[in-house]
């Protein structure tokens, strides 16, 4: 079992920054990849961006505007986002990958809200 919690979400202007944390236990050992998904009111959960040992993906619409990142020793990930905009405003959350004697699947966290003002 892993579990994640997320936390750093709120309520900021937009063109401000925040910084989103996914710290996770447990069975950290089998994570293969650490996601960041969003879902906006009335839309689909999408993924943001995606971490695994070494590369790091960005949805389009968040290129150049956001970087995830880990710290190992405090089996966190974080998402920095810059740039905000109002179409940013959805909870977002934090995936697992993981893989372990034979088996794989995925666990979630319940989420952090975000909201940008214009």
């Known amino acids: 079992q892993v579990q994640l919690v997320e936390s750093g979400g709120g309520l900021v202007q937009a063109g401000g920054s925040l910084r989103l944390s996914c710290a996770a236990s447990?069975?950290?050992?089998?994570?293969?990849?650490m996601n960041w998904y969003r879902q906006a009111p009335g839309k689909q959960r999408e993924l943001v961006a995606a971490?695994?040992?070494?590369?790091?993906a960005y949805a389009d619409d968040v290129k150049g505007r956001f970087t995830v990142s880990r710290d190992s020793a405090k089996n966190t990930v974080y998402l920095q986002m810059n740039s905000l905009k109002p179409e940013d405003t959805a909870v977002y959350y934090c995936?697992?990958?993981?893989?372990?004697?034979?088996?794989?699947?995925?666990?979630w966290g319940k989420g952090t809200l975000v909201t940008v003002s214009s």
């Open positions: 447990g069975s950290v050992s089998s994570i293969t990849a």
């Open positions: 995936n697992a990958d993981w893989v372990r004697d034979g088996s794989s699947g995925d666990y």
């Open positions: 971490l695994t040992a070494g590369e790091s």
